[in-house]
T-cell receptor, first 116, second 116 residues
């Protein structure tokens, strides 16, 4: 199994500022993802973090708002830019591994962001 | 549109009792179905993964069933413990072969509370 750590675990930020969330995995992984979980909601995929190339964003999410870096196979960052209260959510890093039809997907502990 | 619906939204049971959570899905093409447990303030943790050909999978006191014909799944918890209090999320993976990574459709979750 993959062990995922995220920093910070939580933060309270002011409107208009930016926050960068770090994700560190204890082993090299090919597939790495960023999810958002809004209060009382389930998880929504923001983007797939690609090593060595630009992230692949899902509908409704754009690079200017959520820039992502993936410098190597064990690390990624997600930046939440120009924050508004609507960005208050839990942001989770996730990795996948194994045979594609039955792969394991692991989630980090999440970063709880509150925007005031 | 791919959808996963869970019922009930919340459930309260007494310690030691059994319970069953339901999941209905409309996801195509179907790859696999997973049940995750998410403790408050933590990331989801995988309980079971079932592919099309599997109709039952157990993990300790957790038993998941899958009926691919009716597109329904259930998670049965036996002899509940206080530590079972969490959100249980049904997740269906779409896609075939290598395209299935990360293409997960999440249910809203069932919040289970176990009282002593």
């Amino acid at each position: 199994s993959a062990v995922i750590s995220q920093k910070p675990s939580r933060d309270i930020c002011q409107r208009g500022t930016s926050l960068t969330i770090q994700c560190q995995v204890d082993s090299q992984v090919t597939m790495m993802f960023w999810y958002r979980q809004q209060p009382g909601q389930s998880l929504t995929l923001i983007a797939t973090a690609n090593q060595g190339s630009e992230a692949t964003y899902e509908s409704g999410f754009v690079i200017d708002k959520f820039p992502i870096s993936r410098p190597n196979l064990t690390f990624s960052t997600l930046t939440v830019s120009n924050m508004s209260p609507e960005d208050s959510s839990i942001y989770l890093c996730s990795v996948a591994g194994g045979a594609s039809g039955r792969y394991e997907q692991y989630f980090g502990p999440g970063t709880r962001l509150t925007v005031t | 549109k791919n959808q996963v619906e869970q019922s009930p939204q919340s459930l309260i049971i007494l310690e030691g009792k059994n319970c069953t959570l339901q999941c209905n899905y409309t996801v195509s093409p179907f790859s696999n179905l997973r049940w995750y447990k998410q403790d408050t303030g933590r990331g989801p943790v995988s309980l079971t993964i079932m592919t099309f050909s599997e109709n039952t999978k157990s993990n300790g006191r957790y038993t998941a069933t899958l009926d691919a014909d009716t597109k329904q799944s259930s998670l049965h918890i036996t002899a509940s413990q206080l530590s079972d209090s969490a959100s249980y999320i049904c997740v269906v993976s779409a896609g075939a072969g290598g395209t299935s990574y990360g293409k997960l459709t999440f249910g809203q979750g069932t919040i289970l509370t176990v009282h002593p």
